[in-house]
């Protein structure tokens, strides 16, 4: 009896021993997948991560991809408005240069005309020729008194106003001496503006001589100085015609 009851504690001893082996391999085996499942569930968490990084950075890199090309193209774009406003004053510049040099030589063309005007206006005028006249029959000398010299010797002169004498040989003194009569002793000016021109004439008188100076002063600059008609320098005009006594303006 007793050799049956030490064999069924024996028995029974060694199934709890087994049982407890199989309940610690079960739980061995329980936390084995459990680390397992753990370990997979981080490495795909770290997968996840690693992947929504890459779509992070990769979207980042195409958002700076496209900022750049944006700000690329609103470089060249204003870059191509500056050339094209640089272009555009250059030739505003140009036309306005050739504006200004076209402006200037249609100045010179007209300043050339004028100039030549005046010199062609300032040459004295040729005097007609005198037709001949036939000889006067030889008359008595008349009892009646003689015309005075100064009425005898206006009818040989035609006076205007403007110009001083015409009609008249400036080398004769009859010419001079007519003057004299018709001024007074001194300097007599008289000055003439028409718009275009001022023309001032001197009448010089001295010791029963007469001679007219004139200057005639254009609007585009040009100046030229006459003696009975005659061409002569500034420094003529001004020495010999100085003294101002009367003024007469027209």
Not at 84 to 98: D, L, N, P, Y
Not at 148 to 170: H, I, M, N, P
């Amino acid at each position: 009896v007793e050799a049956a009851e030490k064999k069924a504690e024996e028995e029974k001893e060694k199934k709890a021993a087994a049982e407890k082996a199989k309940k610690e391999a079960e739980e061995k085996a329980k936390q084995e997948a459990e680390e397992a499942a753990e370990k997979k569930a981080e490495e795909e968490k770290a997968e996840e991560e690693a992947k929504e990084a890459a779509e992070k950075e990769a979207k980042e890199k195409a958002e700076a991809e496209e900022k750049a090309k944006k700000e690329a193209e609103k470089e060249a774009d204003k870059k191509a408005k500056e050339e094209e406003a640089k272009k555009k004053a250059e030739e505003e510049a140009e036309a306005a240069k050739r504006a200004e040099e076209k402006a200037k030589e249609e100045a010179e063309a007209t300043k050339r005309a004028e100039e030549a005007k005046a010199i062609e206006a300032a040459k004295p005028k040729p005097e007609p020729k005198p037709e001949p006249k036939p000889k006067p029959e030889p008359k008595p000398e008349p009892k009646s008194e003689p015309v005075k010299k100064k009425e005898q010797k206006k009818a040989k002169y035609v006076v205007d106003e403007l110009t001083g004498f015409k009609e008249f040989d400036r080398a004769r003194d009859d010419y001079h001496l007519h003057i004299s009569e018709e001024f007074p002793m001194g300097i007599t000016e008289e000055i003439h503006d028409d718009g275009k021109k001022e023309i001032t004439r001197r009448i010089v008188v001295r010791e029963g001589h007469g001679h007219i100076y004139k200057k005639v002063v254009h609007r585009w600059g040009g100046k030229f100085f006459f003696k009975d008609e005659g061409t002569i320098s500034e420094v003529e005009f001004q020495r010999e015609s100085t003294i101002r006594k009367q003024h007469r303006r027209h």
